[in-house]
């Protein structure tokens, strides 16, 4: 799979598959549940993010070291995060004999992360220390 870099924005994801059962206990099959607008997967690997110009980056300061004139803003999405998305918004690919998604991060509408840690103390907290 480290052959693999997705570009851009994009983040790949492999969708969950096979039978799902609906609220009153009926089995739909995999080829119905594709069907739905919004399918969930895990998130494989994500793309470096999206493309910004680097305000540092000078074509006339030759003296300066070498910088890249772009840089990229980072997704919010990472590897291994539970993946809510748009499936028509989704690119279908088979590599290495699994189906994957394509998917632009704009079209992820919820992310559920296992090793989310909320924070201790917030800005908040600290405007009270202040005014104690």
């Known amino acids: 799979m480290s052959e693999l870099i997705v570009v851009g924005d994009r983040v790949l994801i492999e969708p ?6 609906t609220d009153s206990g009926l089995l739909l099959p995999a080829s119905v549940a594709e069907q739905k607008n919004v399918q969930s997967g895990r998130v494989i690997k994500t793309g470096p993010g999206y493309l910004t110009p680097n305000p540092e980056y000078s074509e006339t300061e030759t ?8 840089r990229y803003l980072p997704l919010q999405a990472r590897e291994g995060d539970l993946a809510f998305f748009v499936r ?16 632009p991060h704009s079209a992820i509408l919820a992310l559920i992360r296992q090793d989310a840690t909320e924070p201790t103390s917030g800005p908040l907290d600290d405007l009270e220390d202040l005014l104690d």
Do not use: C
Not at 63 to 70: A, D, I, R
């Open 88 to 103: 028509k918004e989704a690119v279908e690919i088979r590599y290495e004999d699994t189906t994957y998604l394509i998917v």
């Open 16 to 21: 969950h598959v096979g039978e799902q059962k």
């Open 63 to 70: 003296w300066k070291e070498t910088e890249t004139p772009v």
